[in-house]
């Protein structure tokens, strides 16, 4: 069993940065992929980025590659997700998400966060 929260989500001017943090409980979070998904309004949910166990293999959406870079802390439970350069189109829930096997998919993920606001003004 995997609980997750995440934090971070505010308010932020177009070309601002946020640092998101899921923080996990349960002695499984090493164990686990973990991912960032996040969904806008009357949007469906959308892959951000994972990384795997280690650490060692991470994946972003080419909608925020060379923007967002995701990292974790095993030691702490937790995974972050640094974001530079925010536009308007990134306002969303973010949501984390722990899963056996890295995927893009939200389907391949078994324990979802409640989300943070992220909004982004012009």
């Known amino acids: 069993q995997v609980q997750l929260v995440e934090s971070g989500g505010g308010l932020v001017q177009a070309g601002g940065s946020l640092r998101l943090s899921c923080t996990a409980s349960?002695?499984?979070?090493?164990?686990?992929?973990i991912a960032w998904f996040r969904q806008a309004p009357e949007k469906e949910r959308e892959f951000v980025a994972f990384?795997?166990?280690?650490?060692?293999?991470?994946s972003t959406a080419d909608s925020v590659k060379g923007r967002f870079t995701i990292s974790r802390d095993n030691a702490n439970n937790g995974v972050y997700l640094q974001m530079n350069s925010l536009k308007p189109e990134d306002t969303a829930v973010y949501y984390c998400?722990?899963?056996?096997?890295?995927?893009?998919?939200?389907?391949?993920?078994?324990?979802w966060g409640q989300g943070t606001q992220v909004t982004v003004s012009s």
């Open positions: 349960g002695r499984t979070f090493s164990s686990r992929v």
């Open positions: 998400a722990a899963g056996q096997e890295y995927s893009n998919r939200a389907s391949a993920y078994d324990y």
């Open positions: 990384i795997n166990r280690s650490g060692l293999i991470t």
